[in-house]
């Protein structure tokens, strides 16, 4: 009998179509090692042997890419400069545009080719040009990967080729794949780089087509790097933005290419049907009083404005905790109290609310002059 009325609201779910929520429990992908991270705070929302140290391939090219941007940032090479091709960056081979020794392109471009058809010679001229050689670019690379806190990466060179007798040793994981393409997507130029589906270099007699295939099939993608090689197999750092949230999905050694962009599309797919943001408000969070200040409250503020990730379904209440009372100075962005925001039992945010701006001290003049006039208006 209980089996029957089972089975009979089964089909009433699947008669009607009732949408049953996707659990983490529940995903599974064929990506062997795979992560989905929140780009806003990095926060991990699903992963899969997602600190094993495998062969990333061309994905290696997001960190080439930052190190690029970063040094434009930086001013130590500029958006108008022209990249000369050395015998070295010529001579690279897998995925290329075929640059000849001496042919000149403006870094616009090769960073084109760099991002839409993942050119290993244009990857090599672009870390010449920042640091004089790959070998010092790859120094670089890895000190950035140890300022990001990054233990399961080491570099051997700026392309991802398995090419060299150290090659074996060029490894890195998901986790810390998704922590640089994080790292990335803070520069929003790259989007206008990783968003192309179709384009050309050398006046138009060059075309590109993007190797992500995701940027033309599937919907809000803003990138992010593909790469193959016969020992690190399929990969891809894939990222897309819904309703305001941007997620990274990044999926390594995948046995054919279908696999990786279905991996990625399965983990995108979760998570925009399974988080949503919510935005704080501390607009009616009342005042601290300020002993001893020029004035004698101050209002605090959210730290940090930005929404918070939270699970769909979810009811967010907030709770506001403010200090007693403060005594001057007071400086900007000092902690007078703390935004809970929780659903149920659960805390789901402890957010910090500061002082908006600084409140000095009254100097003794000042207080001595306050003392009189109240003592004025008492008589």
């Known amino acids: 009998m209980r089996n029957r009325l089972f089975s009979m609201l089964l089909a009433l779910c699947l008669l009607f179509c009732l949408p049953l929520p996707v659990r983490a429990a529940g995903l599974d992908v064929p990506a062997p090692s795979a992560i989905l991270m929140d780009a806003a705070t990095g926060t991990i929302l699903w992963e899969k042997n997602d600190h ?40 690279k081979g897998g995925s290329q545009v075929y640059l000849e020794v001496g042919e000149q392109m403006a870094l616009k471009e090769m960073l084109k080719c760099v991002v839409v058809s993942s050119a290993n010679d244009c990857a090599t001229a672009l870390a010449e040009h920042v640091a004089g050689s790959e070998s010092a670019f790859v120094e670089l690379m890895n ?17 991802g080729l398995d090419d060299g007798p150290d090659a074996a040793e060029h490894l890195t994981s998901a986790h810390d794949l998704a922590v640089i393409s994080r ?84 983990l995108l797919d979760y998570g925009f049907a399974n988080w949503r943001l919510f935005t704080p408000n501390a607009a009616e969070n009342g005042a601290v009083p300020v002993t001893l200040g020029l004035t004698h409250e101050i209002t605090p503020v959210l730290a940090d404005p930005s929404p918070i990730l939270i699970e769909k379904g979810m009811s967010p209440q907030q709770r506001i905790e403010l200090d007693a009372s ?36 009254l100097t003794w003049w000042q207080l001595t002059c306050q003392l009189l006039r109240a003592v004025c208006l008492c008589k």
């Open 52 to 91: 094993e140290r495998l062969a990333p391939a061309s994905v290696t090219k997001i960190m080439t890419l930052l190190l690029v941007l970063e040094a434009l940032d930086a001013g130590r090479i500029g958006w108008d400069d022209t990249v000369i091709t050395s015998s070295a960056a010529a001579a």
């Open 143 to 159: 000190q950035r990967a140890g300022e990001l806190g990054l233990a399961d990466t080491h570099f051997v060179n700026c392309t």
């Open 183 to 266: 790292e990335l997507l803070r520069h929003d130029e790259i989007r206008d780089y990783t968003t192309i589906w179709m384009d050309t270099v050398r006046n138009g007699q060059f075309g590109l087509s993007n190797t992500n295939k995701l940027v033309r099939f599937y919907s809000g993608t803003t990138g992010l790097k593909t790469g193959y090689t016969s020992a690190a197999g399929h990969c891809l750092s894939a990222t897309a933005l819904r309703d305001g949230i941007e997620l990274i999905a990044v999926v390594l050694h995948c046995a054919s290419s279908t696999d990786r962009f279905e991996s990625a599309k399965a």
């Open 326 to 361: 403060v005594t001057a100075p007071v400086e900007a962005g000092q902690q007078l109290g703390t935004l809970y925001v929780t659903a149920g039992d659960k805390t789901l945010a402890a957010l910090p609310l500061v002082a908006p701006e600084a409140v000095p001290r």
